[in-house]
């Protein structure tokens, strides 16, 4: 018998095994969690995180549940598979089995932390099946990056097995040839010299090398065919017992389902439309993984499985569940990439690694119901009809159980969320008017997706500047102050470059810098600010402003940082008294935004812990409530660039929307209130990572059933993105713009960039400059720049640059002389542009560098053209009437009335 077979052996090559995942995985973890400071691309950012939870919402609980979870859960599945395979298995099946286990353990793992987390922050707020989707979609993402790191693990761990399995046989080998000189001594011993030499001659032939009754290579293919009969005998019975899963496998598209619209409520940016949608992409990535399941199955993981016991067969029937899914989702990338585009740059990687996480989660939600399942005929096939007991009624009623779980979250994922009300006059002042600024809304219409508009029906783009003149920020020196004084020639200014809308930047800090208590004065601030703007014709955005969480978290001098890491420092945002770090580290990370001190007070704000999410909202009540009647208020911006917090994808998706669901309760109750109150927009951001990166997990959609919102991310690509510092391009302008445009039509919300920009030397980025204006042409959008003026003090400078580091206006520093602005800047902003569209855009021209507009439309309304320059504009067109021009200062507005299709041309 082949020493491999050997219990012994089985043993000493299952311990191998498992020790070698444990030892790679722990250092692949430390290793790579130590360079990875975000935690965003390593396995888990737990040498930062602690290794003794300090709170209830430390990240020491990655250390003491995910990770022990982890590497425990995949030590003893590679052990009992290794215990389980056929006789000496060859490297790659062990590979596989390692790999796929590493898989579906760490999503195990990741929910289970996932649920610690959510019980922890309570379930107040949380709305069950757009959580249970988001929650299964994060799930799914960390077992995708296991699928990217597991190859690592699982090579090292078969090749050690391969080690072992070949000391095993030079141990027989030496064994053997042990024996063997043993027995010749034995013989020569017991026959002497009685017999003749040719008979000796023919005695050693036969013994050593024939293959007669007698020979050792007869009694090894005896051995080899009882194994065989053994083996077959084995497959019958298992086969006998029930654990043919292949009909099982025909779950695999309610998985695929399942995982679709879970990933749709988070990951939305990853894909764009096929023919048939959702139909088509259930059944092609549902029918291919069923097909790679039963081939992986009976071709691959069943013949390995000689050995096995129920236990182990069915844990390789939910590995095999998920590395079919993950197969399955392959042939819809590949659709998705040839129908849409693959995004350029390296977005591929990005949306490849989003679909295997679809496929993750697909494998695991069809196990639920097939390893039931499975288990279920197993256990009748094997006792009598009278078998009784706790264990067969569990048995019994597993299958049913798993059934109507999956078939509820397919019912509550699937169906189409709360029905967006339309706007009315309950909720909308229509035709009221401030310095000719009307109420703003979003306006809906079948088939198309749904955009800004104002109470008269006309699309509204709002383009604009973002002003960081409140802002109460940290000072670095404080021999330069952090912001320039706000005045009315500022607006003057504004209005010279055409704007209609700024994106007004606040702080909770001074807004309420002691808790329930509100500085009136800073409210006075503001509502100069509100209307010094509108006495020029421009809106205000409202922006509950934050960078690095607030100006308290800065680290103590003296502080050290490990590498790749800077003391913190605190830049603007919440109040002292609800800023809670818990003791946790003030060290940066790729810049300022990721700190762990940084990353635990967004957790406790996004936890309520004391109260401080509560009284954020309540916050938010207040500054609405003082503005509930005001037509040239657009909307507000709920909270700024939110960190990711100490779980990203739990903290920045989830507990992030319940977050704003309470912001956004406040407000319309505070609205409500008032005499003569309406409700106003309001726009939400995904977390500083979709800043950083281009995309990223956002709140799952159907976290709140508001009709007035607003999908608001920064779109920052080619600029200020982390790949940009690395010399390398995730994600390209167009392809950031594609990503907001799929995830604002996930959510059925208008889309409105709030910020956007470039800094440095103008001649680097004018070319990207260009190409970002004429795709939010192309798609008939607004933004707002990144920032009207920068003070030499402000603690995003450098202190060491003699200018004021980026602005539309520019200083020279540190003795603060203006400084002119880039013509081609200046140009391009100032371009021509539709304020209001009577019905909706149809298309969109805009020259950056000459007085060219064309545009085309539809609807009944008055049309209101921004046109720069000195001299009249020549204006033509279709299905216009009462055309008239007037100037204002920097160029012109030109109106008309329009009743159903229009064109306009304007050079």
């Known amino acids: 018998m082949p020493l491999a077979d050997d219990q012994r052996g089985g043993r000493l090559l299952a311990g191998v095994a498992s020790l070698t995942t444990v030892v790679v995985l722990a250092v692949l973890c430390a290793v790579l969690g130590h360079a990875d400071g975000t935690g965003l691309f390593a396995p888990e950012n737990w040498p930062d995180a602690g290794f003794v939870p300090g709170g209830a919402t430390s990240p020491a609980w990655a250390t003491v549940v995910f990770l022990p979870l982890l590497i425990v859960g995949s030590a003893v599945a590679v052990h009992r598979l290794v215990r389980a395979a056929a006789p000496e298995a060859r490297a790659r099946w062990v590979f596989g089995g390692v790999w796929s286990s590493l898989v579906l353990v760490a999503f195990l793992a990741k929910l289970a932390y996932s649920v610690l987390l959510l019980a922890i922050a309570g379930p107040g707020g949380l709305h069950i099946f757009p959580t249970a989707g988001a929650l299964l979609a994060e799930c799914g993402l ?311 508009g104002d109470s008269e029906g006309r699309q509204v783009l709002l383009r604009g500047v973002n002003v960081n003149q409140l802002i109460d920020y940290g000072q670095p020196d404080p021999a330069k102050p952090t912001v320039w004084p706000l005045k009315d020639s500022d607006y003057a200014q504004m209005e010279r470059y055409g704007f209609d809308v700024q994106r007004l930047a606040l702080s909770w800090s001074a807004l309420e810098p002691k808790r329930g208590v509100f500085d009136e004065a800073y409210l006075a601030r503001i509502r100069t600010a509100v209307d010094q703007a509108a006495a020029h014709g421009i809106h205000t955005v409202l922006d509950m402003h934050q960078d690095t969480f607030s100006k308290y978290v800065s680290a103590a001098p003296g502080t050290r940082c490990r590498a790749n890491a800077s003391p913190e420092f605190g830049n603007d945002g919440a109040p002292k008294w609800a800023t809670r770090t818990d003791g ?66 739990v903290t920045s998706s989830i507990l992030l929307g319940r977050l704003y669901q309470q912001a956004i309760t406040s407000i319309r109750a505070a609205e409500s209130k008032v005499a003569g109150g309406f409700h106003h927009l309001v726009f939400f951001e995904p977390s500083i990572l979709w800043s950083g990166l281009g995309f990223d997990t956002t709140p799952p959609a159907g976290f709140a059933d508001d009709p007035l919102l607003v999908f608001s991310p920064h779109l920052y690509s080619e600029s200020i993105t982390m790949d940009q510092g690395l010399g390398v391009t995730l994600t390209s302008i167009e392809q950031g713009y594609t990503a907001a445009e799929r995830t604002a039509r996930a959510y059925g919300t208008p889309l409105w960039s709030g910020e956007w920009g470039w800094f440095g030397e103008p001649d680097a980025f004018r070319s990207r400059f260009d190409r970002f204006l004429d795709r939010q042409n192309a798609d008939a959008l607004g933004s707002a720049i990144w920032v009207w003026k920068k003070a030499c003090g402000d603690p995003q400078n450098d202190p060491e640059a003699s200018t004021s580091g980026g602005g539309v206006v520019l200083y020279t520093c540190p003795d603060g002389k203006p400084l002119a602005s880039p013509a081609f800047e200046t140009t391009a902003l100032s371009q021509a542009y539709p304020r209001s569209a009577p019905g909706r855009l149809g298309s969109l021209r805009s020259s950056r560098t000459e007085r060219d507009l064309r545009l085309s439309g539809s609807g009944t309304g008055t049309l209101d053209v921004w046109v720069p320059g000195p001299g009249r504009p020549e204006a033509k067109g279709s299905g216009l009437s009462g055309m008239r021009t007037t100037e204002r200062p920097g160029g012109w507005r030109l109106t008309a009335h329009t009743s159903g299709r229009y064109t306009l041309q304007v050079s």
């Open 142 to 452: 960390t077992g995708a990056k296991y699928a990217v790191f597991g190859p690592l693990v699982a090579g090292l761990t078969a090749a050690s097995y391969r080690i072992g399995v070949w000391r095993l046989h030079r141990e027989a080998a030496q064994l053997a040839k042990a024996s063997k000189a043993d027995d010749v001594s034995k013989a020569v011993s017991r026959t002497g010299d009685a017999s003749p030499a040719g008979e000796g001659a023919e005695g050693d032939t036969a013994g050593e090398g024939g293959e007669g009754p007698g020979s050792g290579k007869a009694v090894e293919a005896g051995a080899g065919a009882g194994e065989r009969g053994k083996r077959t005998e084995r497959s019958a019975g298992a086969s006998r017992a029930g654990l043919d899963p292949v009909a099982g496998f025909a779950w695999l598209p309610a998985g695929a389902a399942v995982a679709l619209q879970s990933g749709t409520g988070v990951f939305a940016w990853a894909a764009g439309p096929i023919p048939g949608g959702f139909v088509t992409a259930t059944l092609l990535s549902g029918v291919a993984a069923v097909l790679a399941s039963i081939g992986l199955w009976r071709r691959v993981v069943s013949p390995g499985l000689t050995r096995a016991r129920t236990g182990v067969t069915l844990w390789s029937l939910a590995t095999t569940l998920v590395t079919a899914g993950v197969l399955g989702s392959v042939p819809l990338w590949v659709l998705d990439g040839c129908l849409n585009g693959f995004g350029g740059a390296l977005f591929p990687v990005a949306s490849g690694l989003v679909r295997v996480a679809g496929g993750v989660t697909a494998g695991v939600c069809a196990g639920v119901v097939c390893v039931p399942w499975v288990a279920e005929l197993a256990w009748r096939r094997r006792t009598e009809p009278s078998a009784g007991g706790a264990l067969a009624l569990v048995v019994r009623w597993a299958p049913p159980v798993a059934v109507a779980a999956v078939f509820a979250l397919a019912a509550g994922t699937l169906v189409p969320g709360p029905a967006v009300a339309a706007v009315g006059t309950q909720t909308q002042a229509a035709g009221r008017d401030r310095d000719g600024l009307l109420p703003l809304t979003v306006l809906r219409e079948d088939g198309q997706s749904p955009v800004i």
């Open 584 to 649: 946790a580290k003030a060290c940066g990370f790729l810049g300022r935004d990721l700190s762990p001190n940084v990353q635990q007070a967004f957790t406790n704000l996004y936890d309520d812990t004391d109260g401080i999410g509560t009284e954020f909202a309540r916050m938010w009540g207040h500054l609405a409530k003082t503005f509930a009647d005001d037509p040239a208020v657009a909307g507000y911006d709920l909270l700024n660039e939110p960190g990711p917090g100490n779980a990203p994808g």
